[in-house]
């Protein structure tokens, strides 16, 4: 009984993000992950970081990358499928379920998806940006979901959309990053940034392609 609630949970979500999705190019959803999944991903993050397996993030893809703090202050630490702990792969099996959901009512055709760890230290950004890169369009939908447990609004640290408006103006949606919530938008299409906080800022973040990913983890 347990299980097919959880299932009817889930279900619910998957459909509140793909029509959000569809009407706004964005989703929202709180309690995507339960409390103690979002302690178990925190334990996980915790784990990698220990090891020393977080690197500094940096902009542009393959020779146009680079590393500039003043644009991105975040470490991130790729997820190896293969390899992913018990509570991570928890995680990458719902985004699994959430994809084939996805591809069935908007028609998409997502074939692969990649995730890191996210950890903005104090004081850090991601100024605007858009995730699709100009040499490769394969990121169709970005994800978000944020392991911060007991964010308060003046920790800030919002998600801020810029969302295009038929007029040619912009409309601004910012996001806070409490624990469990999900946020996810098109790639292609919505400009977005990371706002200073005053505490350190978790997440797991990625994108659903249609191509399968071509991350090697060496």
């Not at 500094?56 to 293969?82: H, T």
């Amino acid at each position: 009984m347990m299980e097919e609630l959880e299932d009817e949970r889930l279900l619910v979500k998957f459909e509140q993000i793909a029509d959000r999705l569809s009407e706004k190019g964005y989703a929202v959803v709180d309690n995507f992950l339960e409390p103690q999944e979002v302690h178990d991903l925190l334990d996980v993050l915790t784990h990698h970081r220990d090891q020393g397996t977080f690197k500094k993030a940096g902009i542009g893809a393959s020779d146009q990358f680079q590393v500039d703090k003043s644009v991105r202050g975040d470490y991130i630490r790729w997820i190896e499928p293969q390899n992913a702990l018990p509570p991570t792969q928890v995680f990458l099996d719902r985004m699994n379920e959430m994809m084939r959901y996805i591809n069935r009512t908007c028609f998409l055709g997502l074939k692969d998806y990649e995730f890191h760890f996210t950890e903005y230290p104090v004081g850090t950004v991601y100024k605007r940006h858009i995730d699709q890169f100009k040499t490769n369009d394969h990121r169709k939908l970005s994800f978000i979901c944020y392991l911060n447990e007991g964010w308060l609004p003046e920790h800030g640290g919002n998600l801020r959309l810029y969302l295009p408006q038929e007029d040619g103006g912009e409309e601004t949606v910012d996001i806070l990053p409490i624990a469990g919530r999900l946020a996810c938008f098109r790639a292609d299409m919505i400009p977005h940034e990371v706002l200073v906080a005053t505490r350190p800022r978790y997440s797991l973040t990625g994108w659903m392609l249609d191509q399968l990913s071509e991350l090697t983890f060496l």
